[in-house]
């Protein structure tokens, strides 16, 4: 089977019926980009660039993400690279920025609400990627947005850093702005955010746990940890037709993305770019090529009308497994 894989890895991903979607990985380094190259990756979905950040004493310099930034999108030679800002907090702690320890560390100050309050820190990371944008084809997105306002400020900084940087001669490309969908909010009013960002990437393993109200950490409470839940398609439905509504497009950088069972349904769904750990680009660019997207469509609307998440994984198997 690896071998019948490999065969893939300069073909683009597209169903039986001749539906393209487009397969990229995950990455948190730029030495991940080896992979992806060799697993035939149509991009990076997602950069994680917390790693830039983390197992050191201070913040990285604006030189030193410049450098890592431009050395991705230059591997990825003109593919697509959509870069997440600082996602940190949560289960991603940065001990040198000293902050108080809180109660709910996955509903508290992370992410997005750090960096619109610790603006340097914020403003640093987006030169670096604005001057890095002329080396390739550059996406920008926020984590855990949960309100149009936070997006709006998040991108007005960027423009003012933008401004910046063309006044003192630096050429700065055109980037797609985008957010990941990882907080049930912003699943619901996708077709306001749809109005104003250029792409959405769904963050399953939050939107899953937020959605469930099941700590992605604990294992006691796995149970509830349900991607092929009816609650959790319905989100991602309506996350996609929002996006396509105002022409836009929708990816999904969870786990979810790559899994085998769920992403006949994904695809039913009219889901754009899945992306996924390196190593299972080629396993999902097979499965696709051997599914009818009418086909899936179909199972998609059923999975949806189910009631519990045992019913889905039945429904699916018995389409899938031959
Ligand atoms: C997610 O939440 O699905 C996601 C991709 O982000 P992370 O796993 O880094 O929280
Ligand atoms: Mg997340």
Sequence with gaps: QKAEWAKLVHEKTHSADGHHVELAANIGTPKDLEGVINNGGEGVGLYRTEFLYMGRDQLPTEEEQFESYKAVLEGMNGKPVVVRTLDIGGDKELPYLNLPKEMNPFLGFRAIRLCLEEQDMFRTQLRALLRASSYGNLKIMFPMIATLDEFRQGKAILEEEKQKLISEGITVTDIEIGIMVEIPSTAVLADQFAKEVDFF????NDLIQYTMAADRMNERVSY???????AILRLVK?????????GKWAGMCGEMAGDELAIPLLLGLGLDEFSMSATSILKARSLIRDLNKSDMEQ??????QMSNMEEVVTLVKSVTTK
């Design 201 to 204: 990437s769904i963050g399953t």
């Design 224 to 230: 509830l940890y349900q991607p092929y839940n009816p």
């Design 238 to 246: 309506m996350v996609i037709d929002a996006a396509h509504k105002e």
């Design 299 to 304: 199972l998609a609307n059923k999975a949806l």
